[in-house]
């Protein structure tokens, strides 16, 4: 079993940045790869950022790419998305994922993230 957490969330005004941390805990995942989904309200969750186990290879989201920035600390079995210039649609619950067997199947329990206009 995965164990993640993630934390950073908050209240940002457009134009601003945070950044999200996803603590892993448990069965190691550091072999593993790791994504940010999204969930605005009334839609479906939504992918917003992948890393490889080693953090070589990033993939984004075209609605994000540019601006957010996926890294990770396997050191520290942590997992970072940096968001700069936040916009008010950007707003959502903000989850981290793991991919042990290839697919997401290990999930945070989220992070809110509302940007105001």
């Known amino acids: 079993q995965i164990q993640l957490v993630e934390s950073g969330g908050g209240l940002v005004q457009a134009g601003g940045s945070l950044r999200l941390s996803c603590a892993a805990s448990?069965?190691?995942?550091?072999?593993?790869?790791m994504g940010w989904f999204r969930q605005a309200p009334g839609k479906a969750r939504e992918f917003v950022a992948r890393?490889?186990?080693?953090?070589?290879?990033?993939y984004y989201a075209d609605s994000v790419k540019g601006r957010f920035t996926i890294s990770r600390d396997n050191a520290r079995n942590t997992v970072y998305l940096q968001m700069n210039s936040l916009k008010p649609e950007d707003t959502a619950v903000y989850y981290c994922?793991?991919?042990?067997?290839?697919?997401?199947?290990?999930w945070g329990q989220g992070t809110q993230v509302t940007v105001s206009s």
């Open positions: 994922a793991s991919a042990p067997t290839g697919s997401f199947n290990y």
């Open positions: 890393i490889s186990w080693n953090g070589i290879t990033t």
């Open positions: 448990g069965r190691t995942s550091s072999g593993y790869a």
